[in-house]
Nanobody, 117 residues
Framework: QVQLVESGGGLVQPGGSLRLSCAASGSMGSVGAMGWYRQAPGKHRELVAH???????NYAEPVKGRFTISEINAKNTVYLQMNNLKPEDTAVYYCHVNGWVPPGDYWGEGTLVTVSS
């Protein structure tokens, strides 16, 4: 059984920072990629940032220059550093893992990020 444990969401004022973490555990062996998606009320889920096993990263245009995704560490954990947060960043953020062992796509339960004054 693969488990994804997310943490780090919360309420922050515009211009503030948060760091999200996602750890893939349980029966998760090696991973091909990990990433973060978000879903705001009334909108579709969208990619925020993504990192492959060999360190290649990809960011959604609205977060470039503000968000940074870490490399996948030996414990299959990845971090998303979010700086200069804006109200439009408010959403539920979901961790995604593309697993190799076992193969498949895995999702976390989501963590809420609220940016408001």
């Amino acid at each position: 059984q693969v488990q994804l444990v997310e943490s780090g969401g919360g309420l922050v004022q515009p211009g503030g920072s948060l760091r999200l973490s996602c750890a893939a555990s349980g029966s998760m062996g090696s991973v091909g990629a990990m990433g973060w998606y978000r879903q705001a009320p009334g909108k579709h889920r969208e990619l925020v940032a993504h990192v492959t096993y060999d360190g290649n990263t990809n960011y959604a245009e609205p977060v470039k220059g503000r968000f940074t995704i870490s490399e996948i560490n030996a414990k299959n954990t990845v971090y998303l550093q979010m700086n200069n947060l804006k109200p439009e960043d408010t959403a539920v953020y979901y961790c995604h893992v593309n697993g190799w062992v076992p193969p498949g796509d895995y999702w976390g339960e989501g963590t809420l990020v609220t940016v408001s004054s």
